[in-house]
């Protein structure tokens, strides 16, 4: 997109990895004013939160945090219940329209400020699986927003093209700091590690780093 560094854009930052990395490649192309992390009562919110403060911080643009106790109402899974860990089930870590959600608000901050673009951590690897990441879902979007926002927003996802270990070694080659992550579904707290290695989140995290060009890294991150 010509030009698009004179566009503004606010960033879906949830502390992840391919959050992260979006919002490292996007920032060279547009003027990132705003990153919204939302709480549906998630396990990991509280250190989801710390992690993308630290990354907003580093990156230099502002902090908000939008607050969805009633999505947690309708989430009965391991990514909001103690007692569920059963994170290889596709049902017990589905959110009902999460993403949906969470980039219609984003749209509405758009309208308001006069964002043109929302960031989005999309990949190809968990599109197979979920559909809220593929690229069909993200050009819906785009038609959607159309029509709902007067300013036309669009849904940027540098990463829809990439796999988890692309996406690793992007951040490899351009010095991103992976240190900063909080890709695990559960709380540190209770399980006494920042990644726990258990959940579906951590695997495709351990194993993109495994495969990667630096996979000593692992060490480092878990």
Known sequence: MKNKKQKKAIILLSGGLDSLISLDI????????????????????EEEKKASIEIAKYYNINHKVIE???????????????????????NSVWIPNRNGLFLNIAASFCDKYDYQYIIFGANKEEAELFLDNSKRFIEASDKFFSYSTL???KVFAPCAEFDKIQIVN??????????LLKSCYQNSK???KKHCLECMSCKLLYNAIKNSKKPQLIK???
Do not use: C, H, M, R
């Open 26 to 45: 996007a920032k060279k192309e547009l003027d990132i004013e705003l990153a919204l992390v939302f709480n549906y009562g998630q396990k990991a919110f």
């Open 68 to 90: 969805l106790p009633f999505l947690k109402e309708l989430s009965n899974n391991a990514l909001t219940d103690n007692g569920n860990n059963n994170f290889d089930d596709f």
């Open 151 to 153: 300013n036309k927003v």
């Open 170 to 179: 992007y951040a490899i080659d351009n010095n991103v700091p992976l240190k």
């Open 190 to 192: 209770q399980t006494g």
């Open 220 to 222: 480092e991150i878990f």
